[in-house]
């Protein structure tokens, strides 16, 4: 079974902090993702990356990086983290670029920005 | 902008029968996919059509129209487990980015 894993299930950080979460994935997968998740707004895509060191902005890319140096590493950076970014981030991968290829979640961090 | 559009929330009652719409306002994409997602838990897949029309894997069934621009995902012999969230997703024709429905919370009662 694929396992995506990611650092923390929950995190608290201060308004102005730099901000990382991390993401593994086990499986040699090409693709990753990052989203946001929030109430009524479904999952929203702030970044991926289709292969290593090659990334694209999604939906909501504003107050955030992202770095993937390592095929199964995909790291998302909060530059100066700020109370509208408290929210759950998931993590995903996928095999390849076929349409049918699934992603994978990680169980997500919650984090809470005060 | 492109959108995916389900009903907040739906509740059945055990063994029934319940339809998860997804309504769509994309430009092109490939096929439609659902996830469930448990109260604290990952997004897991479900299901895909690649084309339209009907497949169905066991209790759970997914149909695709694209000239309806609409599909739904089926669930039969509801069972208390299946309480979740549901969500529909189309990849982006051309790139490699998904988008997500606004997800629909389903609740089956005893």
């Known amino acids: 079974d694929v396992k995506v894993t990611q650092s923390s299930r929950y995190l608290v950080k201060r308004t102005g902090e730099k901000v990382f979460l991390e993401c593994v994935q086990d499986m040699d997968h090409e693709n990753m993702f990052w989203y946001r998740q929030d109430p009524g707004l479904g999952l929203r895509l702030i970044y991926f990356?289709?292969?290593?060191?090659?990334?694209e902005k999604g939906d909501i890319p504003e107050g955030y990086s992202v770095s993937r140096e390592k095929k199964e590493r995909f790291s998302l950076i909060l530059e100066s983290a700020s109370t509208n970014q408290t929210s759950m981030y998931l993590c995903a991968s996928r095999l390849g670029t076929a349409s049918n290829q699934p992603q994978h979640f990680g169980d997500g961090t919650r984090l809470s920005i005060l | 902008g492109q959108s995916l559009e389900q009903p907040s929330e739906v509740t059945a009652v055990e063994g029934a029968i319940v339809q998860i719409n997804c309504t769509y306002q994309?430009?092109?994409?490939?096929?439609l996919s659902w996830y469930q997602q448990h109260d604290g838990g990952a997004p897991t897949f479900l299901s895909y059509?690649?084309?339209?029309g009907l497949e169905e894997t066991g209790r759970f069934s997914s149909f695709l129209s694209r000239s309806d621009s609409y599909g739904y995902l089926l669930l039969q012999e509801l069972q208390m487990k299946d309480s979740a969230s549901y969500f529909c997703?189309?990849?982006?024709?051309?790139?490699?980015?998904?988008?997500f429905g606004t997800g629909t919370r389903l609740k089956v009662l005893a």
């Open positions: 059509n690649a084309l339209d």
């Open positions: 997703a189309v990849r982006d024709r051309g790139t490699y980015k998904y988008i």
């Open positions: 994309t430009s092109g994409f490939y096929g």
């Open positions: 990356s289709y292969d290593v060191k090659m990334k």
